[in-house]
């Protein structure tokens, strides 16, 4: 194929990818913001994912740069996810032009992204912290001509250009806290869009600073590579049957020899007798539920499975990739998959164990409280982790690191304002 061919199919394949996310946006009930759109059909992917063939630099998922065993340690983001997390940064702050942006995890083509949207009045710096990805990212940066962005190799849980202060920091890594190096460098009234663990969940949330705050303007659902150096902190898992697994957080303990037989134990089952109105945002009930479960149970967990284990029939979780499950006193229960009734989909629980039938019918109560509520969105309040209870608002509270956050439902599911 001579260059001219090659040039023109990439480019037919990047207007095709475009257009799948401005209809997977629309699926999900998001609207595709023009400078976004406008970005993705500019930047040439396939130049930031050298060595792999034109149509999967077109796919619409992760091209993985660096795995050490099972384990990804860097990849060119998914596009679509990248497009979402674009779009919550510019809603935030009302556009990217002329904006000064931190881009913590760095594989070139989102800095690139990040570059057409603030134009040549704005300034781009993306960090790394593994020197293979940031030489490879400056090297395809100069490739596709994008010679402005600054590229640094660090440990971003530190302050990146002492002095030096950014209107959106945008995190590609899962991070489990909220350092205060990030805090400290943004702006005023700055933005940060990170992939956050709350109770073992991952949503990109866009943060607004309000002085030693941060509050949630978005969020949306999305999987990272962790976070690695000084602000790594390990998932684990523990194996109940053969493909099913509990993710345990930071300094849960569960003893694998009582969970091991759980699955086998009889099942039960409740269900909410409800009828979900089209594109209901079950993640956000996905969290509801650990903000009021934390309270009553010995351990909120979240389970996952592998396909095979689904077909199987031994677990039927709502989504595979995590579901929120409780372990208490040797019952445990999980947020089923929908049922459809022939007119509805219904919300429902399984449950194993001596107290079984109780335990799915607490966790389908809480279900429908939220249903009953209007299906709230949470909003996320990040503190600094010196905040006094009586400071905090109103919500579920989670202690991190460096961080007290804070998780709120108001039956408003407008995000927090400031
Ligand atoms: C998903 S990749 C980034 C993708 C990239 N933004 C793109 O344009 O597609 C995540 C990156 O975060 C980096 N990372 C992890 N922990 C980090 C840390 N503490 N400081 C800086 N980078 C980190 C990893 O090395 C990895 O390359």
């Not at 993705?40 to 065993?69: H, M, Q, S, W």
């Not at 039927?316 to 049922?339: I, K, M, N, Q, V």
């Not at 509805?344 to 629980?349: E, R």
């Not at 009586?390 to 304002?417: I, Y």
Request: net charge negative.
């Amino acid at each position: 194929m001579s260059s001219v061919d090659t040039a023109s199919r990439a480019e037919e394949l990047r207007n095709a990818l475009v257009d799948t996310i401005i209809a997977d946006h629309e699926a999900k009930g998001l609207a595709m913001r023009a400078d976004v759109e406008r970005a993705l059909r500019t930047v040439p992917r396939e130049v930031f994912t050298p060595g792999v063939p034109v149509e999967d630099a077109y796919a619409n998922k992760a091209v993985i740069t660096i795995r050490c065993g099972p384990e990804t340690l860097s990849s060119v983001s998914a596009p679509y996810l990248i497009a979402e997390m674009l779009g919550q940064a510019a809603d935030a702050l009302g556009g990217l032009e002329g904006r000064d942006v931190l881009e913590i995890g760095s594989g070139g083509y989102n800095a690139a992204l990040i570059a057409e949207l603030v134009g040549p009045t704005g300034r781009v710096t993306t960090v790394d912290i593994l020197p293979e990805v940031t030489d490879r990212a400056a090297t395809c940066l100069a490739a596709a001509g994008y010679n402005g962005v600054t590229v640094v190799c660090a440990d971003a849980e530190h302050v990146i250009e002492p002095g030096r202060r950014y209107d959106l920091i945008i995190v590609t890594a899962g991070a489990w806290d909220i350092p205060p190096a990030w805090r400290e460098q943004l702006t005023d009234d700055g933005v940060i869009v990170v992939p956050l663990r709350t109770f073992g969940m991952t949503r990109s949330w866009a943060l607004r600073r309000s002085g030693d705050r941060l509050v949630s303007q978005s969020h949306r659902l999305c999987g990272f590579v962790s976070m690695q150096g000084d602000g790594a902190h390990e998932m684990r898992y523990v194996d109940i049957a053969d493909g099913v697994h509990l993710r345990l957080d930071q300094g849960q303990q569960v003893d694998p020899a009582v969970v091991a037989g759980l699955l086998t134990q009889p099942r039960r089952e409740a269900w909410a007798g409800v009828s979900l109105p089209p594109r209901t945002v079950l993640a956000d009930l996905d969290l509801w539920l650990p903000a009021r479960l934390t309270r009553e149970v010995a351990e909120f967990v979240v389970l996952s499975a592998q396909e095979e284990a689904v077909q199987s029939g031994i677990v039927a979780p709502a989504w595979r990739f995590g579901t929120p499950a409780a372990l208490d006193e040797g019952t445990f229960s999980y947020r089923s998959a929908l049922r459809w009734t022939g007119g509805m989909f219904d919300l429902g629980a399984y449950a194993h164990g001596p107290e079984a039938a109780a335990a799915a019918g607490r966790l389908v109560e809480h279900m429908l409280a939220w249903v009953d509520a209007g299906s709230p969105a949470p909003v996320l309040h990040v503190l600094p982790a010196r905040t006094p209870d009586g400071d905090l608002p109103e919500g579920a509270v989670l202690d991190k690191r460096h961080s007290r956050l804070v998780l709120a439902f108001t039956p408003d599911p407008e995000e927090g304002t400031l």
